[in-house]
Each structure stands twice: as structure tokens, then as C-alpha cells.
């Protein structure tokens, strides 16, 4: 038996996320179907994360186990013509027996992509947050320096969330400019259930002028998901990088 990491690529828009529910369509449910039967026994995917439904991902990184042997170079090549279109495996390599892709995950990073627009905009409506207001970007970017660092995260996850340890650390938060369009990166430890909506959310609302860049650290300490800003929409969402 031998151990294989792949990189996967998906458009989460037709899935319930990645993580495999019961009579539902899912990023491993779709993978672990085709793998299957490329290799004739049953596989068990174990990826870094669940993304949740809607998200997207460039570059989430799983893992599996078989005793038939094979070309790695040109896996991918052949395994994606059996994958649904929006899944693609990007690359495949043997490891240790001992790797495992979600434990030995040291960081994330995660993009939210927004679309300044004073008009819909029907091109970008399944892949970006469409935003109506006016930004303010140098709020924005003095805003993302309160969010570096070990904090408790409480504030920025899923209100009825049942997660117990929520103190997470971020590594880098920033804000890139691209026409109309607004990238926020951000790469930490780990991530709570719609953390990085909940920022880029609040990023927005800085931006426009409801909140102040220094309000954040009150928000980090009232560990009350009313304080932030709104949930932004998971189409707008990807998962970039995962780091060993």
C-alpha cells in the first residue's frame, strides 16, 4: 500500500463543499466515485479542510492510499477525464506513509474576491462578492493590521458553531487592487466555519465608513459575532494554498 498526494482545483458552485454528506454532491464524494474505479477498489480521500458549499479551490491538497501502481506525471492527464468538469486534479506525487494532509497542514491561505460595481454584473455574480458602495482602500489595509496575530477568533465565525478552541493565529492579511476588482488575502494556521467571509465582510464595512479600522479590536475581544459585519456570500471565496 502506498501513500499519494494531489492537488485538486474545483468550482464549488454545484456542491455541497468538499467534505462527502450522505445523498448529496460533494467535491469527495465525485473524487473518491472516480478513483474507485480507476483503481478498482474502494479509496478513501482525507483532504487539508472542508471548504463549505460554494467555495472554490485552487489548489486544496488531499491524500489516498492504493496498492496498484501507476504514472504520477500523467495522472492527472488521465484521472480528469472521468472528473465532472469543474474538478480537475492538478497534480499527484508519492509520499511518506505518515503524511497526512489535513495534520501536517502548517498554513492556509484563502482569497475573497469583490467587484466594485455601481451596476450588476452578470459575468462575476457566481465568483465574486458584487459591491456597491464606495471603498475606502487605506481604511481597508489599515484595518487588516488589527486581524495579524494570535486572537480569539470567536467573533468571526458562525454564530451557532459548537467549535470549542477558537483562538487561531493569522500570518498575513492584505488587500490588492485590480481594476474594479478587490483581492483580500489571507494566510493563518487555521480557520473557523466562515472566518474568512466574516473578515472580508467587515473589510467592507471599513471601508464604506460604518466601522473604524481600530473597531476591530474591540470586536476580536467582545467574542460576539453581532459586532462584525455581514457573512459575505461563499461564491466569492477560494482556498489558494496549502503549506507543509
Known amino acids: 500500500m502506498a501513500r499519494y498526494k494531489i492537488t485538486v482545483c474545483y468550482d464549488g458552485g454545484a456542491y455541497y463543499g468538499f467534505q462527502k454528506q450522505e445523498g448529496l454532491p460533494t467535491v469527495q464524494s465525485e473524487i473518491e466515485r472516480v478513483l474507485s474505479t480507476r483503481f478498482s477498489q474502494k479509496i478513501t480521500l482525507r483532504a487539508s479542510g472542508r471548504t463549505d458549499a460554494g467555495v472554490h479551490a485552487i489548489a486544496q491538497v488531499a491524500h ?9 506525471s500523467t495522472f492527472g492527464y488521465s484521472i480528469n ?3 465532472p468538469r469543474d474538478i480537475a486534479v492538478t497534480s499527484c506525487e508519492r509520499v511518506s506513509d505518515d503524511f497526512h494532509a489535513q495534520y501536517d497542514a502548517k498554513r492556509k491561505t484563502y482569497l475573497y474576491k469583490i467587484c466594485r460595481s455601481k451596476i450588476h454584473s452578470p459575468l462575476k455574480r457566481l465568483y465574486y462578492h458584487i459591491c456597491f458602495y464606495d471603498l475606502n482602500v487605506s481604511r ?7 486581524f495579524i496575530g494570535e486572537h480569539d477568533f470567536r467573533a468571526f465565525m458562525l454564530a451557532d458553531s459548537d467549535k470549542e478552541n477558537t483562538v487561531r493565529e493569522i500570518y498575513d492579511l492584505h488587500v490588492e487592487e485590480d481594476g474594479e476588482d478587490l483581492l483580500v488575502y489571507v494566510t493563518g ?7 474568512v467571509r466574516i473578515i472580508a465582510g467587515t473589510l467592507i464595512d471599513v471601508g464604506r465608513g460604518r466601522f473604524e479600522p481600530e473597531d476591530i479590536t474591540a470586536m476580536l475581544e467582545s467574542k460576539r459575532h453581532v ?11 477560494y482556498l489558494c494554498k496549502v503549506e507543509y
Open 227 to 237: 459586532k462584525t459585519g455581514k457573512t459575505l456570500e461563499a461564491c466569492g471565496l
Open 189 to 195: 494556521n487555521g480557520f473557523l466555519h466562515n472566518m
Open 140 to 146: 481597508m489595509r489599515k484595518a487588516c493590521e488589527y
Open 64 to 72: 489516498f492510499d492504493t496498492d496498484k501502481e501507476f504514472e504520477t
Open 81 to 83: 477525464t472521468m472528473l
